[in-house]
């Protein structure tokens, strides 16, 4: 089972910083990697999908990147809504599950 | 819009069983699969399993196998989520949302319902 590590688990930043989260998998994996952002009593938004694809609305200043067992998503010149956790997430039809996540990484002002 | 509405929270004893409802709207639900995951109190989220409104078929984690029941309702444009013999560790929010993306199953979530709290407690 491949397991899926973010890092750090909280992120204390400044409107207008720079945020840098990572996701580490336990070992290679395919580019089908996502990222979600989660706010206390809302549903969780798609932001990112295939490791760095935005997904439809999602401002140009949310990237991804990665490979292998590393993965990155960055925020660059955070605003006040973006203060909320993040997840990563792998399809990876040979794991089982082969829908998994990360433990989160909650980005705080 | 794209709206997942999910029915509200629930407190249940252990041994029961617990049915949440996902209310679709704004797209073809038969085209689409609804999965269903859970979160857990400091937990990761956690796959539970997917069901195909267009075919009538479902697919489990084998961490729920035998205990979860995922069907739907076309004609109600609704999916749901029953399990059975809840354990406290059970207690979780509980999600729907849509498969999104290069198959039939969906590769991601691209809209989820707003999270069911199912609390299991004697």
């Known amino acids: 089972e491949i397991v899926l590590t973010q890092s750090p688990g909280t992120l204390s930043l400044s409107p207008g910083e720079r945020a840098t989260l990572s996701c580490r998998a336990s070992?290679?994996?395919?580019?089908?990697l996502a990222w979600y952002q989660h706010k206390p009593g809302q549903a969780p938004r798609l932001l990112i999908y295939?490791?760095?694809n935005r997904a439809s609305g999602v401002p140009a200043r949310f990237s991804g990147s990665g490979s292998g067992t590393d993965f990155t998503l960055t925020i660059s010149g955070l605003e006040p809504g973006d203060f909320a956790v993040y997840y990563c997430q792998l399809r990876m039809r040979s794991n089982w599950p082969p829908w998994t996540f990360g433990q989160g990484t909650k980005v705080e002002i | 819009q794209v709206q997942l509405v999910q029915s509200g929270a629930e407190v249940t004893k252990p041994g029961a069983s617990v049915k949440v409802s996902c209310k679709a709207s704004?797209?073809?639900?038969?085209?689409?699969?609804v999965h269903w995951l859970r979160q857990a109190p400091g937990q990761r989220p956690e796959w539970m399993g997917w069901?195909?409104?267009?075919?009538?078929?479902?697919k489990y984690s084998q961490r729920f196998q035998g205990r979860v029941t995922l069907t739907g309702d076309t004609s109600a444009n609704t999916a749901y989520m029953d399990l059975s013999s809840l354990r406290p560790e059970d207690t979780a929010v509980y999600s729907c949302a849509r498969g999104y993306y290069y198959d039939s199953d969906g590769y991601y979530f691209d809209f989820w319902g707003q999270g069911t709290l199912v609390t299991v407690s004697s």
């Open positions: 069901f195909k409104p267009g075919i009538n078929k479902a």
């Open positions: 295939d490791t760095s």
């Open positions: 070992q290679s994996v395919s580019r089908y």
């Open positions: 704004g797209y073809d639900f038969t085209n689409y699969a």
